[in-house]
């Protein structure tokens, strides 16, 4: 079966009491921060629910009908709504498509069940056509929504939903994990204080040359600042990347920034192994200045999910940077 991850057991243990009960709701949202395995989570719910010979935890078989069925993504009492691409909203025919599908009866005489991921990518019209199935929810379906920004959805599509809260487990036992999925590259607590304690995150950090990237992105601003790069190439290469990643790095930099201009030997950094370069970028700027990029950067995540153009919002933001303000 997938394996439910060690700081999930309390969220799963939850579900499975509330399931023995008979008293699982019709709408659960999974919320907490990016890479604690919240979509792993409920699809694991939801093909334990399919399953028909679940083990003794409620963990699915992985070998019975329902099972193989939901592996190979062609079940037909679940379905999926997510974008068509990362960071695109999730459109309304998606939404209606899945609130049509979880009113027929279910061709197995058991649970409908329907994700969306991520929930917050949905659009107004997207929230709006899913309240109707929330208020009027068809006997033995289930949906289960997923997002690490609850706070951007609607409240009515909010309040209708049992939240289960996903948390990051005690340092310790992220670091164990780490190491025991073999994170080769990096050291165990930059990685996990890279990503808010988040253990998949820690470990996508340690593959595929992202922390190295990391570092080209700050000598990158460190040559823009010091007037070396234009900003118009400097947005031309960054909107090539990981727009939303790369934003929440600057977002972290500057409140290192901060920190080590306003505490004489801050303890704790979010980027631990740049404090001296980020020691010397804050040497060169006021507090005021590093606040007032904050600000910038944080407003530039929140415009990172919406439609308005990514080099175009990455200019603006790097230029105002570039000339000093
Ligand atoms: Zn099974």
Known sequence: MTEILPWQRGPWQGVQKRRAAGRLPH??????????????????????????????????????C???????????????????????????????????FLAYTSQYNGYKIAVVAPADQMN?????????????PSPNSLLLLVTAYPSRLLATVRSRCQTIAFHAPPRSEAVSWL????????????????????????????????LANRLTLLDNYQQLLNGHLDPIL?????AKGDVAEQIQWLIGWHMDMIRLKIIVDPP????????????????????RTLYRRLDAAMRLSALSNTPINTQWMLETFLAGCASGS
Do not use: M
């Open 179 to 210: 190491v025991s999925q073999r994170a080769g590259q990096g050291n165990p607590e930059l990685l996990l204080s890279l990503s808010d304690g988040a253990p998949l995150k820690a470990l996508a950090y340690a593959e595929g040359g992202r």
């Open 124 to 136: 107004a019209n997207a929230a709006n056509s899913l309240l109707k199935t929330l208020e009027e």
């Open 27 to 64: 709408a659960l949202l999974c919320s907490g921060v990016a890479g604690l395995g919240k979509l792993r989570f409920a699809n694991t719910l939801a093909q334990s629910l399919l399953c028909s010979t679940p083990d003794g935890a409620g963990g699915p078989c992985g070998t019975c």
């Open 234 to 238: 400097a947005a031309e290469s960054w």
């Open 66 to 100: 329902g099972c193989r069925l939901f592996l190979a993504g062609t079940h037909p009492d679940f379905k999926r709504a997510e974008p068509d691409e990362p960071g695109k909203p999730i459109k309304v025919d998606s939404i209606r498509e899945l609130c049509e």
């Open 268 to 287: 704790r950094l979010l980027n631990p192994d740049l404090r001296s370069k980020l020691q010397t970028i804050a040497a060169r700027h006021s507090v």
